[in-house]
């Protein structure tokens, strides 16, 4: 009687313990969490905000790439080179997936940018190229098309032909260069002729106020002024004004600065070339996206081409510009919501 007792106890206890076991077992299985997939990891280079439009850029960029399930960490070089280089080395180390790189000098950059591709980082051109460097992608605007923009409009305000002042941008961007080709072939054989030409380094703007100086010092019969953007295109009408010829000379520029979009409305700058930035932004992060998840890149678009980088040949993808003047600027500008009309008609009375 007291053995069975004994192996009546022993065989509950057995029972109790695997209870107990399961019991412990099924609440550590409850209590060890589910591991997360790590997300993608996109390093933004950008050059500075010295020009309008990049915080735009920034904030659609970063939106787009979170929406897809991607982190961006953002740096701004404040346009220093050796600043940029330590910046995306310091994305190398941080191992990220893609960077994407709005390049302060497209030549300094090609040592660096190969180092990332050693490390298996896809790189993305941003609005211009790096060369020599085959880049995963180049995207930005046509450029050439944004020169022939400026060059047409130009002509038909300057039907007569006459002098022009070039005050381009920073000469270490290969975008000046691409913008200037395509100005020169649509002003050739149009009357048109270039009497002055400089750069603004690191597209400052206060450098175009002197450079115009220094143009006008030469020669003040000019009929017309191409500048590299809408801020240089701010301080050479500064400059025209000082010298009462405001609203005489026809300028042409680009970016559709809200600045800009006033001026023309108020008759000092002819026009503007306007560059849907957000569109482009969102471009760039789904295919850096895509570059990170291994998908192949569309090859049959108009907007996919190649470019040749000085080495190799880069796939890139092009958004096509619009020239705006006073007269389209409410339906290209306003309607779009670029710009609201009580801000751009805010000087008009």
């Known amino acids: 009687m007291k053995e069975q007792k004994r192996l009546t106890g022993i065989l509950l206890f057995v029972i109790i313990c695997l209870m107990c076991f399961g019991c412990g077992k099924k609440k550590a299985e409850e209590e060890t969490p589910v591991k997360q997939e790590e997300k993608m990891q996109i390093g933004l280079s950008f050059d500075s905000f010295v020009i309008e439009r990049w915080t735009r850029d920034r904030d659609m960029f970063v ?41 302060i000098d497209g030549e300094a950059l090609t040592e660096v940018v190969k180092k990332a591709q050693d490390a298996g980082i896809k790189i993305i051109c941003y609005d211009r190229l790096i060369q020599n460097a085959g880049a995963d992608l180049y995207i930005s605007f046509d450029n050439e098309m944004v020169g022939e ?6 002509v038909q305000e300057c039907p007569e032909g006459g002098n022009i002042f070039m005050i381009n941008g920073s000469p270490s961007d290969h975008n000046v ?56 295109a701010s301080q050479a009408i500064r400059s025209l004004s000082e010298n009462r010829m405001a609203g005489k000379v026809a300028v042409v520029a680009q970016d559709a600065d809200l600045s800009a ?27 850096s996206v895509a570059l990170v998840k291994g998908e192949e890149l569309p090859q049959t678009a108009d907007e996919y081409r190649t470019i040749y980088d000085g080495t190799y040949t880069v796939p890139c993808y092009f958004i096509n510009p619009v020239a705006v003047t006073a007269e389209n600027l409410d339906e290209v500008i306003i309607k779009s919501g670029f710009h609201q009309a009580e801000d751009v008609y805010l000087n008009i009375k």
Do not use: H, P
């Not at 180390?93 to 790189?101: C, F, G, Q, R």
């Not at 923009?149 to 130009?154: A, D, I, K, Q």
């Not at 400052?204 to 000019?222: P, R, Y």
């Open 149 to 154: 923009l400026m060059g047409r409009t130009l």
């Open 261 to 287: 979009c006033q001026r023309i409305v108020e008759g000092t700058q002819t026009m503007t070339v306007y560059k849907s930035v957000e569109e482009l932004a969102q471009k760039a992060a789904e295919l």
């Open 177 to 232: 260069k691409q913008v200037d080709e395509g100005f020169m072939r649509a002003i050739e054989g149009s009357g048109l002729k270039v009497v002055y030409t400089n750069f603004c380094e690191n597209w400052l703007a206060e450098l175009a106020f002197d450079k115009m100086n220094e143009g006008l010092g030469q020669t003040k019969d000019i009929v017309g002024i191409m500048c590299g953007n809408d801020d240089l």
């Open 63 to 103: 939106s787009t790439a979170q929406s897809l399930g991607a982190e961006v960490n953002v740096q701004v070089a404040g346009g220093d080179v050796k600043e940029q280089i330590s910046q995306i080395e310091y994305f190398i180390k941080k191992k990220m997936d893609a960077i994407a790189i709005i390049a």
